[in-house]
């Protein structure tokens, strides 16, 4: 049984070890919510979601976190009897707040209970949850001191395998660039990031020599397409301007450098794949764990990291100037992120949900 979503973040993760059971011949059941990213996400692709009631708790207002604590029991209760005809071997729980009750209920149910963070500071959820799971599976090594001793692991993040597949010269082609020149990778969220966008808008002007070497994908969500795609067009130059990229694992192929926030899952591809970046972290998210997983991937030599407050035009041109006239601090990048990667991190963690399963 797999528990969580909320956010693509907790969600992917969840689906990789999902898809590496399946191989094994194992059955999985995802437990989550009707509002979350998995009711929308896991039906199509073939996987079976029960839904819980929960709520929100952190980055919501008094009254709703008093709702929220009022509807932990019914969510346990709703659990409970999931849990009974299902009969899970382990409950792996990949944070959010349909977790919580979730994870409780297996926990009170002799269900051994497995935590996968994957953050380098650990979310409220894992952190309360991490006192009674079997193991807990760490993205960082970083996160490890948040749990108690002996029981965390570092696994890495788990990716799909998908995105190790694709072919970079159709990729090429299908997002209309050419081979041969500096393919800047730029995203945000699934809903883009107003941020980067605005920052990307204002550094064009002081890139205008780049202009037939160097050439973007950038993924804007809905609200600032017109915006984004005026402005490569009014700098003159070549882009591929979409709202949502369904086909990241062909992206990443062409990208030669990605502009990103620094979610954990964006992180655990971006490693696995040797992919150097350019990391501006999301400064509301809870405890500011993106920066602390960007400092993370800067401390290793893997990252360059620039503040959401300090994200100007001009302090984003000397970064990208920087960079794409080094191609040796390009390549030394990308390979000491590749060392950072853990593509078989799904394995490792499906490993140890059948080891405490087995009472190991």
């Known amino acids: 049984m797999i528990a969580g979503g909320g956010t693509g973040g907790h969600l992917y993760p969840g689906i990789a070890v999902a898809e590496e059971a399946i191989k094994d011949g194992s059955e999985v059941l995802f437990v989550g919510t009707e509002k979350g990213i998995e009711a929308r996400v896991l039906p ?51 944070g959010g707040y349909a977790s919580f009750p979730a994870l409780v209920a297996a926990r009170l149910m002799g ?32 996160a490890g001191g948040f749990f108690p001793a002996g029981r965390a692991r570092h696994t ?45 808008a204002e550094v064009l002007p002081y890139l205008k020599e780049f202009t037939r070497g160097v050439q973007f994908i950038h993924q804007t969500g809905e609200k600032d397409l017109d ?23 062909g992206a990443y192929a062409c990208a030669d450098l990605a502009l990103c926030r620094s979610g954990a899952l964006t992180l655990a591809e971006l490693t696995v794949l040797g992919k ?16 602390v997983n960007a400092r993370a991937l800067e401390k290793a030599g893997a990252a360059r990291v620039i ?11 000397g970064e990208l100037i920087g960079l794409i006239n080094d191609r040796d601090a390009l390549l030394g990048l990308a390979g000491r992120s590749l060392t ?16 405490v399963s087995k009472g190991n």
């Open 44 to 94: 199509r692709e073939g996987f079976t979601l029960k839904t819980i009631r929960a709520g929100k708790f952190k980055g919501v207002g008094v009254a709703d976190r008093m709702r929220t604590m009022l509807t932990i029991p019914m969510g346990i209760a709703d659990s409970v009897r999931i849990i009974k005809g299902f009969r899970p071997d382990a409950a792996l729980g990949v």
């Open 276 to 291: 150097p970046a350019l990391l501006i972290p999301y400064p509301y998210a809870a405890n500011n764990h993106q920066e």
């Open 156 to 200: 890495g993040n788990p990716i799909r395998a998908g995105l190790l597949s694709a072919d970079r010269a159709k990729a090429l082609t299908d997002f209309g660039m050419e081979d041969g020149r500096t393919t800047v990778l730029v995203f945000g969220g699934s809903g883009g990031a107003h941020r980067i966008n605005k920052a990307v």
């Open 340 to 355: 950072l990667g853990r593509a078989d991190a799904a394995r490792r963690v499906l490993d140890i949900c059948i080891g």
């Open 111 to 142: 269900v051994p209970v497995v935590i996968q963070e994957q953050n380098a500071y650990p979310g409220l959820t894992n952190r309360t949850l991490g006192r009674f799971a079997s193991a807990v599976a760490l993205g960082f090594r970083e």
């Open 227 to 249: 915006m984004v795609n005026d402005a490569y067009k009014n700098a003159g130059f070549t882009a591929t301007v979409l709202p949502f990229i369904y086909d990241m694992a």
């Open 307 to 317: 503040l959401d407050s300090e994200a100007s035009g001009e302090r984003l041109a």
